[in-house]
Structure formats: structure tokens, C-alpha cells
């Protein structure tokens, strides 16, 4: 509920790519069904938050990135 009300309120403005540091392909495909235009990554396991911030920047080609 919480990504969401998130996800609701910035979508569109950004290019939005979700980290999870999980192995959870339902949530994966939960996300991409009702939002087509944002990525969402697996890590497989919970590595710790600075990994999964890695993860994002290393799939994505913009200058600029905000971690929420």
C-alpha cells in the first residue's frame, strides 16, 4: 500500500527503477503489470541496502538518481 500511494504520486515525473532484496517474483510481476514503465530488480537476497542502491545505479543511464 505504502509503494504504492508512493509509485502513485511520482509516476510519470521520474524514471523510477525498484530494488528489491528479495527473490519475490510475485511482487516483481505485481509492480510491472500495474506499472509498465518502471523497472523493478531482484537482488535474490537480502544484501544489504547499499548493494541493492549498486544494483540500481548499475541499471540505469541517467546522470542523476535519488534513493528513496
Known amino acids: 500500500n505504502i509503494i504504492d ?6 509516476e510519470g515525473k521520474f524514471n523510477i527503477i525498484i530494488v ?5 517474483h510475485k511482487f516483481k510481476e505485481i509492480i510491472q503489470n500495474k506499472y509498465p514503465e518502471i523497472k523493478c530488480l531482484l537482488t535474490g537476497a537480502n544484501n544489504g541496502y547499499g548493494f541493492a542502491a549498486n544494483q ?13
Open 5 to 10: 500511494k508512493t509509485l502513485e504520486k511520482i
Open 20 to 24: 528489491d532484496n528479495s527473490n519475490n
Open 56 to 68: 540500481g545505479i548499475k541499471n540505469t543511464a541517467s546522470e542523476f538518481m535519488i534513493e528513496i
